[in-house]
């Protein structure tokens, strides 16, 4: 696995739309903020470009994205944004240069897409973070995480313990993203390798049902059999239909790995909230939940 290098004073960090269309006022207050870091923002060319929903047409977000991979000095590529539209830019990226200059791919939601193109296609670490659309109104945590891992390398996190937690520790890469996305890559040439990994998941908007449904799919597709360990992130804006489900998502969780002994945890701080915590993808980490307290570091 290719491990981008730290980044330094003075780095260029690409700021693209894969998915949907740029804010400014957000874009904005993200540069200013990449100042405050002594970092140097460039726009791709594209990147206020619109259409329909997109960050303009398939062809100018994937041109963005291309001459984003072939940069020569940028160090970090941060999408702006989710939603939907990366998976339609993946067809026929040239990862040649890349290799020669590799970056930190950086965002989350929809940006699932790049992780897996990034730790399959690329075979080359990324990070799942914040976006600047939703940097305003991020958590100091969010994004001194960001900064820290960007600048030292550094991932310690640590949070609460949940009653339903599965007890245990494990040791491995750590995988995964969108509970949607994730799914829409099995059976693909972007299906992450689960073998021994940690997985991460999280949504958003979703039909208690329908994440049933998508877990179970994860469960047939043999992906609880290879894995190490579990972490659960937000969920958020969950709904419900007028007869209720009836199943909490920790329970349908459980239920699809019950007979698996890797420790599983609830509520680790990343998704679509304000307190959305970096997680470096495809690199060694350590996992551990106890009764009191959980765990994610990298030595």
């Not at 290719?2 to 003075?10: F, L, M």
């Not at 991979?69 to 940028?74: E, G, L, N, V, W």
């Not at 040439?189 to 208690?208: A, C, G, H, S, T």
Request: net charge negative; charged share 25%.
């Amino acid at each position: 696995m290719i491990v981008p290098s730290k980044i330094k004073s003075g780095d260029e960090v690409i700021l693209i739309a894969p998915s949907r269309k740029v804010d400014l006022p957000a874009l904005e207050f993200t540069e200013a903020l990449l100042k405050k870091w002594k970092l140097n923002p460039i726009r791709g060319k594209n990147l206020l470009k619109e259409q329909g929903v997109f960050g303009g047409t398939d062809k100018e977000r994937k041109e963005d994205l291309q001459w984003a991979i072939d940069h020569p000095t940028a160090k970090v590529i941060w999408c702006y944004r989710g939603g939907y539209g990366s998976v339609r830019l993946l067809e026929g990226l040239n990862p040649a240069k890349y290799l020669q200059h590799p970056k930190w791919i950086m965002g989350f939601s929809d940006i699932t897409f790049l992780h897996c193109f990034s730790n399959i296609i690329l075979n080359s670490a990324s990070l799942h973070s914040t976006m600047p659309i939703n940097v305003p109104e991020n958590t100091s945590k969010s994004l001194d995480g960001i900064k820290d891992f960007l600048f030292d390398g550094k991932i310690n996190h640590y949070w609460d313990a949940h009653t339903k937690n599965k007890i245990g520790q494990a040791d491995g890469e750590l995988i995964g993203g969108n509970l949607a996305v994730m799914c829409a890559t099995l059976g693909t040439n972007y299906q992450p390798d689960f073998e021994d990994k940690i997985l991460f998941l999280e949504d958003i908007d979703e039909y208690l049902y329908a994440i049933d449904r998508l877990l179970w799919q994860l469960k047939f597709a043999g992906v609880f059999h290879h894995i190490k360990g579990l972490v659960i992130g937000h969920f958020s804006n969950i709904k419900d239909n007028k007869i209720p489900f009836g199943i909490s998502l920790e329970d349908m969780v459980l239920e699809k790995v019950q007979e698996f002994d890797f420790p599983v945890s609830f509520n680790f701080p990343a998704g679509h909230e304000k307190d959305n915590r970096p997680l470096p993808f495809g690199l060694n980490t350590q996992f551990e939940v106890t009764n009191k307290k959980i765990s994610l570091t990298i030595n």
